[in-house]
């Protein structure tokens, strides 16, 4: 008797290991991974449009014009692999809508580095290179795109019955500790839940030596949601509560050298909104505004009037059919024009192209008595545009003020330059639709 139970025990502690991680082959990880995109497209990339102008042998003679021409294919590519892979990370990120503005903005910003250095280049292998990039990312994304799609199982105690699933994210619910066969991502548990029993606990140890990653619930409600719970705040992902000191410098050196560029193509159009302003009804045409700025320093924000002048008045806007918005205003606003000014703040330090959306003086020394950690949001610059715009819209200021500093601190939390392109391709969606205006 005593050895049948002992064997009855090794079987199913053999079954129990034989738990195997979605995407754990070798000809997955192979097919998936960044190695694969790299090795094999980067020849194409650069093999296929350098054979056919210049031949099969033209690695035996290579000149600064090819030179330069294969340098800058291989850089463009590259960042163009790694921005779609990292921004892919973030909630909501469509990557498919962003192939072609990211292709397109790294073999601009590949040509630019060539003309700026005056390096010679041949433009028909550089645009033939940057097609067969975007092929090779559109067929990428089409056959990977079942497998981008998260399978995760969900022990049902604690927070984690709360978990709901999303385009991007298939939650599988198990029903005893066992996945049955099923490979999966990982496992989501409240690792704090009081009810969690002692064979669950089992089972996430076990699956954690078969190196299936056991997830707390909070890690995986982020990742879907895009946001961070006020009350639960904790560090970033380089371990601390303090952004990454190395970006927010290049950061705003990147910005007062873009609103140097921009500045000179926006300045007739800032030329014309104004007379329309002014034409259209009484007052300044410029709205001055204090707001709390980066380390909590109040600074004076510009933007372009978009409601009738009356002094005094609330601190945030009432819903779209606000009688004190103008005509001009109506239509400035849905499209974000009475935001350009702000450039102006960007060029004196003040304020960034991305980041929070500051807030009034008034409205942010209210809310730091009523918010747990609402003044961490001042720990970087303010921003024209932010995740919690991109992603909730443009509500009015006193309203959701809870749910957008999740999204906040959200981005304080992965702080990097890949969320930055990724707000700034929503940004633009946004100003081309319409989407979320107020």
Not at 166 to 177: A, G, K
Not at 231 to 242: A, V
């Amino acid at each position: 008797m005593l050895r049948q139970a002992q064997r009855d025990v090794d079987r199913k502690s053999s079954v129990s290991l034989d738990y195997e991680r979605r995407h754990s082959r070798w000809y997955e990880k192979i097919l998936l991974g960044l190695t694969f995109q790299l090795v094999v497209g980067l020849p194409l990339v650069v093999g296929l449009p350098s054979l056919e102008r210049w031949g099969w042998e033209f690695w035996h003679y290579l000149p600064d014009v090819r030179t330069n021409t294969i340098y800058a294919l291989t850089g463009a590519f590259i960042a163009t692999v790694l921005t779609l892979r990292r921004m892919a990370r973030f909630p909501g990120s469509q990557v498919a809508a962003y192939i072609a503005p990211t292709v397109s903005v790294m073999f601009l910003l590949a040509v630019a580095v060539l003309f700026f250095t005056r390096e010679e280049y041949t433009r028909q292998v550089l645009f033939a290179g940057y097609c067969v990039s975007l092929l090779w990312c559109f067929v990428g994304y089409f056959v990977g795109r079942r497998y981008r799609c998260l399978k995760l199982a969900i022990v049902p105690f604690g927070d984690a019955r709360k978990l709901r699933g999303t385009t991007q994210v298939d939650l599988r619910w198990l029903e005893r500790p066992d996945l049955e066969g099923v490979r999966v991502d990982g496992v989501v548990a409240d690792l704090r839940a009081d009810d969690l029993p002692a064979e669950w606990e089992k089972f996430l140890a076990t699956c954690t030596l078969c190196r299936i990653p056991v997830y707390h619930i909070k890690q995986i409600h982020e990742s879907i949601s895009g946001r961070v719970r006020v009350d639960r705040l904790s560090e970033n992902e380089f371990g601390s509560l303090m952004p990454s000191s190395m970006y927010a410098g290049c950061k705003l050196g990147i910005d007062v050298v873009a609103a140097v560029l921009f500045l000179p193509v926006l300045l007739p159009v800032l030329a014309v909104v104004a007379v329309l302003i002014k034409l259209d009804s009484r007052g300044p045409v410029l709205f001055l505004q204090p707001r709390m700025g980066y380390r909590a320093r109040p600074f004076k924000m510009y933007k372009f009037r978009s409601m009738y002048h009356e002094p005094g008045g609330e601190d945030f806007t009432l819903p779209d059919d606000d009688p004190r918005i103008t005509r001009v205003g109506r239509f400035i606003r849905k499209y974000r024009i009475d935001e350009l000014p702000q450039i102006f703040n960007v060029l004196r330090g003040e304020m960034s192209f991305i980041g929070p959306r500051p807030e009034s003086v008034a409205l942010s020394e209210k809310y730091e008595q009523d918010v747990p950690f609402f003044s961490y949001r001042h720990v970087v610059r303010p921003g024209i545009s932010g995740w919690a715009q991109v992603e909730q819209g443009y509500a009015a200021e006193a309203e959701g003020m809870g749910k957008k500093l999740q999204y906040d601190f959200y981005y304080i939390k992965h702080f990097s330059l890949w969320i930055d392109v990724l707000i700034a391709f929503k940004t633009l969606k946004t100003i081309f639709t319409g989407f979320g205006a107020r």
